[in-house]
């Protein structure tokens, strides 16, 4: 029976990706051997990695525009102290839209001032925070884009004199923007690039070399930039497979195209949602996001029997995150329309039966 992966990091791949990806397990590049034994300074590797960067900058429309991409380890979670430690010198803002966007507050205070210049967590972070002004003597502003665990998304950005800083990892290369307005982004592969163990950082380079502190070298952006994400041994099989993925997307027609697809997955799910009187959604209309739908059931005697359904129907990974409960439906790029189809089929056939 297919499976039908909502799961909500780590995520659905494109199948191609994961053929390309466990071929090369056995047999990079007919070397004989692995690519998970051979060095991360030979040719072939190298050129993976610098086509995995060149690859970011070309779907995010950077090239050419003084950023550099970069790999790290770490997860996002590492960049929640990377960015202070390499940007914050007296002063920074933070949009406070959720539990990651919390963490990374908790590591820059470990740096310097900071500001929220506004929150949701008075509704349960269930919208996002809008007509809030931004301070001009802030270093910079952290924003997250989308919060996977409540369903919010921000669909357009503030504007300010200070640098940008947003944390995409739930729904990098999923939609156009204009990635010109923000000075870093960063991103943990696991949700539309690959498995976890590397993470994206796009950042413009203008914006480095200000603070008066000593940065550990490991955690130096300007050092990983001249040591093209090679300081210490990448992670050699999450960036071939973010590699392997941005491929794909390209060859799909790029951002464009899957931002078209993307839409229509989140209108079917949130349609259904909106008129099946069995369900509720969480977030507001208007910031819902379209990777991560969040809803519950309206009457909580219908678990078991929808739970059981979804597990007939090959439904994986629908249950939401451990500190919210109810259902979170994940709609990472690689995930199929067909997919969204089978759980909407299920959740119609819950009411009908009702």
Known sequence: MKKHNFSAGPCILPQEVMMKASEAVLDFNGSGLSLIEISHRSKDFVAVMENA??????HLGLKGKGYQALFLHGGASMQFLMVAYNLLEKKAGYLNTGTW?????????LFGDVVEVASSKDKGYNYI???FSVPNDLDYLHITSNNTIYGTQMKSFPKGNVPLICDMSSDIFSRQLDFSQFDLIYAGAQKNMGPAGTTLVVVKEDILGKVTRKIP??????LQIEKESMFNTPAVFPIYVSMLTLEWLQNIGGIPAIEKINNKKAQLLYSEIDLNPMFKGYAKKEDRSIMNATF????NKLKEEFEGMCKEGGINGLNGHRSVGGYRASMYNALSLESVGVLVDIMSELERKG
């Open 53 to 58: 960067r060149s690859l970011a900058l070309d």
């Open 101 to 109: 966007s919390n963490n990374a507050i908790k590591e820059a205070k």
């Open 296 to 299: 519950n059931l309206t009457e």
């Open 217 to 222: 070298s490991i955690l130096n952006y300007q």
């Open 129 to 131: 925070p809008k007509d």
